[in-house]
């Protein structure tokens, strides 16, 4: 089964720290980077650019808009794919990301949620979920 990890920061706390002091955790982030990267379950993990645009339908129009949005405090800067055998598994491999390990991420409002994947690039997926319910 796959999940979609989702690493959260807080955009402002980030911004506030300064580039040597956000480099300085970024340096902690290595060794955690290192651990998950080594994990086979792992099939994708990307760090995000805070540059962003929204696409949203309005009536009949398509709009593009321009991001970050100033109403988001919080921004994705991570994006894990993890095959697992549990959600259970995959919590515990999402855990390792730097998120949840790097001491300092905790003032920054870093946070890892992680969702089942039900549907990918054009198929139906096996979810604990639909097989507890008799449909995997």
């Given at each position: 089964m796959k999940y979609l990890g989702?690493?959260?920061?807080?955009?402002?706390?980030?911004?506030?720290?300064?580039?040597?002091?956000?480099?300085?955790?970024?340096?902690?982030?290595e060794p955690?980077?290192?651990a998950i990267g080594a994990m086979p379950q792992?099939?994708?993990?990307?760090g995000l650019a805070e540059r962003t645009r929204q696409i949203l339908r309005t009536g009949k129009q398509?709009?593009?808009?321009?991001?970050?949005?100033?109403?988001?405090?919080e921004l994705v800067?991570?994006?894990?794919l993890i095959e697992a055998d549990s959600f259970d598994e995959a919590?515990?491999?999402?855990?390792?990301h730097p998120t949840t390990q790097v001491p300092d991420g905790e003032a920054?409002?870093?946070?890892?949620?992680v969702h089942p994947v039900h549907f990918l690039n054009g198929a139906s997926l096996?979810?604990?979920?639909?097989?507890?319910a008799g449909r995997a």
């Open positions: 989702l690493g959260h920061y807080n955009r402002h706390a980030v911004q506030a720290l300064g580039p040597d002091r956000l480099a300085a955790v970024m340096r902690q982030c955690h980077m290192a792992l099939e994708m993990h990307a398509i709009k593009v808009i321009d991001g970050p949005f100033a109403e988001s405090k800067g991570a994006v894990l919590v515990r491999i999402a855990s390792l920054l409002g870093w946070r890892m949620e096996a979810t604990e979920e639909a097989a507890a």
